[in-house]
C-alpha cells in the first residue's frame, strides 16, 4: 500500500534517480508476492524511467527489462517474456560482459523462462556454466548456488536424466547445508525433490504410506517453491492411481491445477498439464465432468496459441504449443474413441488446431465479395494473405525478421480493414457447418495424425503415431474411426512391382474402416495430414481392383473449410485472363525445356475455344517480375517450367527448399529474397497476389511436395499458393516422362474446353481414360497418379 500510494505522487511521476528507485523496487514487489498482472505495467514504467535517467543497456536499464521479462512470462505472456528475456541477457552480456552478477541474474531468468516453456535442453546449456560460475564467486554456501543448482537439477528432471539429476539435487542440498541458516527450510525441500526423483523415475514402485502422506502434504507446504508443491501433488496423484485411490487422487490433481492457476497464470503451459491431468483422472474415473474438463484444457490452450503465437512468436513457444497440443489432442482423441458423445467437440478441436483458426479468417474469405468497393475488398485481401502468412511462419518455429514485419504488417492491414468497413460489413453472416455445406450423397473424411509428444512416466514408451479419421456427413454427427499405427501407410513405393497389392493394403487400412460409412456416398472429400500429403490417393485400389477415381468423385483439399469455396469459380469463363509460361530461356543454368514452348501453345488453342483473354510468356527475358505481372488478375496460370524441392539437409526453412525457375536463373547462391535472380520460391510466392485464380497448374516435377507442417498441411509450393490467394493448384508428386505429362496435360485442358467440365470433374475424366490406356505414353500410374489436385 505504502508503494503504490508513493507511485501516486507528484515525484513519482516526474522521474529522476528516487522515481526509478521507487518504481523498480515496486515491480519487484509486486513480483515476488505473485501480483504478475498488476506488476507489468508498474515494471514498464520503472524501465521507462531508468531509460531516461540512465542510458539504454546501462546496468538499472537491463534490470528493469529483466524484471519486466520474469512478470510477462509468469503471467502468461510468455512468447513476450521470453523474447525481451533472450533480448535482456544478449545486451547485458554484451554491455556488462560475462563476470558480471548482473549478467548473471539475467542468465538464469532467461534459462528459468526456456524451462517453464517445456526446453530444459535449452536452459541446461546455461545454468550449467551458471552454476559453476556463481561457485567461484559467491563459494558453496550462497542462495545463488543453491538456486543454480536447483535449476539445473529441473532441467534434467524434464529431460528424463536421473543420474544428473540426482548429482544435481545433491549439489543443492550440499549448498543448503553450507548456508546453515537455521530460519530456511532449503535443506527440508532439497530432501523432497530427492524423494520426489528417485520416486519419479521409477513410478513403478509403491511408496510407503507414511511416504505417500509426506509427498502429499508438500502441496500445502508455504515455504516450499510453488513448482514443488505442484509436482508434489501430482506425484502424489500417481501414487493413489496405483492404489486404485482415484478420489484422492481427483483431488490432489485439482489441487495442483489450482495452484497453477494461482501462482502462475490460468493460461500456461504448467497450468495446461495440470487441467489435462485432471482430465485424464476423470477418464480413468468414468466422471461426466470428463469432456467438459478436456474442452475447457483445449480451448484455453488454443487461445493461448492465438495470443502468443499469433503476436509476439517465438521458436521455444512454438515448439511448446504443437508438442502441448499434441498432448492435448491424444487424450481427447483416446476420451471421443471411447464416448461418441464427444465427437462433435473433438473434431472441432482437430479443426481447430489442423488450421491454427479460430473461424476468423474463414468468414473474412466470405465476406470479402460481399463488401461493397474494390477498395475494401483489395484491403481485406491483404489481411487474409498476411494472416495466411502468419499463420505458415510462426507455425514453422523458425521466429526472425520476416515474421516479426508480418506480424506488424498484419496489425496494420487488420486496424486499417476494420476502420473502412465500419458499418459496411454484410451482416447476419454466419460461419456454416461442414455438415450443412455436405450434400446428401458427400462425405468429408478430415484425417488426423495423433501422438503424444511427451511421455507420461520416464519409464513408459512413447505412444506410437496413429491416424485418424474424423468422417463428416450432411445432418450427422462427425464419427471419430482410428485407423492404426501411422508407419502402416508411410512409405508406399509408386515404382515397386507389387505397387497393386501395396495400394490395396493401403486402400483397406485407410478406407476399410470407413465403408460402413461410404455406403451412399458419390462425392468424397479427403483433407490430408502431415505426411499424408505426399501420398498419391488416386492409386488407392479396392478388393475389386478399382481406383479411387472410378468409385467416387475424389477432391483433396488442404484444409476443412475449403468446402465452402468448393462450389466457387470451377470453370473456364469466357472473358477471364488466362497466363501461360513455358519455353523459357535458362541460359545453361539449367536444361532447356523445348516442348514446354510446344505445350503452352497447345494450351492457348484450347483456352481460346473458351474466349479466354491470353497472355503467354517466352524466351530469355521472363523472370519473376512479368510473371508476377502476368499473374495478377488472372483466373488461370499455367507454368511449365523447372520446379524444385529439396529435402532438408540443415537448418533452411522448406520455403527456400522449394520453387520454381524463371528465365536466365541464378542458382549457385543461397536462396534469399531477390525478384532478378530468376528463382521463384515458395517463401517469395507467398507475397504475391494470386486472389484471381481459379487454379494455378505447375507443370513441372515436385511441386506437390514440401515437409509436413505444424499445422497440418505441407510446407511448400502448395501451402504458398494456397496463402498467396490460389483457390485451386494442380501440381505433380514426383519427375514424369516428358511425353506422358504432355499428352495428359493436352486432354486436360481439349475436355475442359470442349466439355464445359468443372476443373475436378475433367482432371477426373482425364485421369480414368488415363487408367484406361486411352492416353498415349500415360497409361502407366506413374504418369496419371503424379497429378494432385489440392482445392483451398
Not at 517445456?118 to 546449456?125: E, K, Q
Not at 476502420?419 to 446428401?440: F, S, V, Y
Request: net charge negative.
Amino acid at each position: 500500500e505504502l508503494l503504490a500510494e508513493a507511485a501516486e505522487t507528484r515525484a513519482a511521476r516526474e522521474g529522476g534517480n528516487d522515481a526509478a528507485t521507487l518504481w523498480f523496487e515496486y515491480a519487484r514487489f509486486l513480483e515476488r508476492s505473485n501480483q504478475y498482472a498488476a506488476g507489468i505495467p508498474v515494471a514498464r514504467e520503472a524501465r521507462k524511467i531508468m531509460r531516461a535517467q540512465y542510458g539504454a543497456n546501462s546496468p538499472q536499464d537491463i534490470a528493469g527489462g529483466d524484471i519486466l521479462a520474469t512478470l510477462l512470462t509468469n503471467n502468461g505472456a510468455v512468447a513476450s517474456g521470453l523474447n525481451l528475456s533472450e533480448d535482456i541477457y544478449l545486451n547485458a552480456r554484451k554491455a556488462l560482459g560475462d563476470r558480471e552478477p548482473l549478467t548473471w541474474r539475467t542468465e538464469n531468468n532467461y534459462a528459468e523462462a526456456l524451462r517453464m516453456v517445456g526446453h530444459p535442453d535449452v536452459a541446461a546449456t546455461i545454468d550449467e556454466p551458471l552454476l559453476r560460475k556463481r561457485i567461484a564467486h559467491y563459494g558453496i554456501g550462497s542462495i545463488q548456488a543453491l538456486v543454480s543448482a536447483s535449476n539445473l537439477a529441473l532441467n534434467h528432471l524434464a529431460m528424463g536424466n536421473e543420474a544428473e539429476t540426482l548429482k544435481a539435487l545433491d549439489l543443492q542440498k550440499r549448498a543448503a547445508v553450507a548456508l546453515a541458516d537455521p530460519r530456511s527450510e532449503h535443506v527440508a525441500q532439497a530432501d523432497v525433490w530427492i524423494a520426489y526423483t528417485k520416486s519419479f523415475f521409477h513410478p513403478d514402485r509403491r511408496m510407503s504410506d507414511a511416504d505417500l502422506d509426506a509427498m502429499a502434504r508438500v502441496k500445502d507446504w508455504n515455504g516450499a517453491p510453488d513448482l514443488l508443491r505442484i509436482k508434489a501433488a501430482q506425484l502424489a496423484a500417481d501414487q493413489c492411481e496405483m492404489r486404485g485411490d482415484t478420489a484422492r487422487a481427483l483431488a490432489l490433481r485439482i489441487d495442483a491445477y489450482q495452484r497453477a492457476q494461482q501462482t502462475i497464470a490460468r493460461e500456461h503451459p504448467i497450468a495446461f498439464d495440470a487441467l489435462l491431468g485432471v482430465a485424464m483422472t476423470q477418464m480413468k474415473r468414468g466422471d461426466k465432468e470428463t469432456l467438459a474438463t478436456l474442452k475447457d484444457v483445449e480451448q484455453q490452450a488454443f487461445r493461448w496459441m492465438l495470443r502468443e503465437v499469433g503476436t509476439a512468436g517465438n521458436r521455444y513457444v512454438a515448439e511448446t504449443m504443437r508438442k502441448l497440443a499434441d498432448d492435448i489432442l491424444y487424450e481427447f482423441g483416446r476420451y471421443a474413441l471411447q464416448e461418441p458423445a464427444a465427437a462433435q467437440a473433438y473434431a472441432d478441436a482437430v479443426t481447430r488446431w489442423k488450421t491454427m483458426e479460430d473461424g476468423e479468417r474463414t468468414l473474412l474469405r466470405l465476406t470479402v465479395d460481399r463488401l461493397p468497393d474494390d477498395a475494401t475488398k483489395k484491403l481485406a485481401r491483404n489481411v487474409l494473405r498476411l494472416s495466411g502468412q502468419q499463420q505458415e511462419l510462426l507455425s514453422s518455429g523458425k521466429i526472425d525478421d520476416d515474421a516479426r514485419q508480418v506480424l506488424d504488417q498484419l496489425k496494420t492491414a487488420r486496424q486499417a480493414l476494420a476502420a473502412r468497413m465500419g458499418d459496411k460489413a454484410p451482416g447476419n453472416l454466419k460461419l456454416p457447418t461442414i455438415e450443412d455445406k455436405l450434400e446428401r450423397t458427400d462425405a468429408l473424411i478430415d484425417f488426423f495424425v495423433s501422438g503424444r509428444r511427451n511421455r507420461i512416466t520416464p519409464i513408459a514408451p512413447k505412444p506410437e503415431m496413429r491416424l485418424q479419421a474424423v468422417i463428416h456427413r450432411h445432418g450427422k454427427t462427425p464419427t471419430l474411426v482410428d485407423l492404426g499405427p501411422l508407419d502402416g501407410v508411410l512409405g508406399a513405393d509408386v515404382t515397386s512391382a507389387d505397387r497393386a497389392s501395396t495400394f490395396r493394403r493401403l486402400h483397406g487400412i485407410m478406407l476399410g474402416p470407413l465403408k460402413p460409412h461410404l455406403a451412399d456416398i458419390k462425392r468424397l472429400f479427403l483433407v490430408p495430414d502431415s505426411e499424408l500429403y505426399s501420398l498419391p490417393f488416386a492409386m488407392l485400389q479396392d478388393a475389386d481392383g478399382r481406383y479411387l477415381d472410378e468409385v467416387y468423385d475424389t477432391r483433396i483439399m488442404t484444409r476443412a473449410d475449403a468446402l465452402f469455396f468448393a462450389d466457387r469459380n470451377t470453370r473456364l469463363t469466357p472473358g477471364n485472363k488466362a497466363l501461360l509460361v513455358g519455353g523459357l530461356d535458362y541460359a545453361g543454368a539449367a536444361n532447356q525445356l523445348p516442348s514446354t514452348k510446344t505445350e503452352i501453345d497447345t494450351v492457348a488453342a484450347d483456352l481460346k475455344k473458351r474466349d479466354l483473354n491470353i497472355t503467354s510468356l517466352s524466351g530469355d527475358g521472363i523472370g519473376e517480375p512479368a510473371i508476377r505481372r502476368g499473374a495478377e488478375g488472372a483466373s488461370l496460370i499455367h507454368l511449365a517450367t523447372h520446379g524444385f524441392y529439396k529435402t532438408a539437409t540443415d537448418r533452411t526453412d522448406a520455403l527456400w527448399r522449394s520453387g520454381l525457375v524463371a528465365a536466365r536463373p541464378n542458382l549457385g547462391r543461397p536462396p534469399q529474397r531477390d525478384d532478378d535472380d530468376g528463382v521463384l520460391y515458395a517463401h517469395e510466392l507467398m507475397n504475391w497476389d494470386l486472389s484471381s485464380a481459379d487454379l494455378v497448374v505447375l507443370s513441372a516435377c515436385q511441386t506437390a511436395l514440401g515437409d509436413p507442417s505444424r499445422v497440418g498441411s505441407v510446407r511448400g509450393l502448395p501451402t504458398a499458393l494456397a496463402i498467396a490467394g490460389a483457390r485451386r493448384s494442380l501440381l505433380t508428386l514426383w519427375e514424369v516422362a516428358d511425353e506422358g505429362t504432355a499428352n495428359f496435360m493436352a486432354r486436360l485442358y481439349q475436355v475442359l474446353a470442349d466439355d464445359d467440365l468443372d476443373y475436378a470433374s475433367a482432371l477426373r475424366k482425364v485421369r480414368i481414360e488415363a487408367m484406361h490406356g486411352k492416353i498415349k505414353a500415360a497409361e502407366d500410374p506413374s504418369v496419371w497418379a503424379a497429378f494432385v489436385f489440392f482445392e483451398s
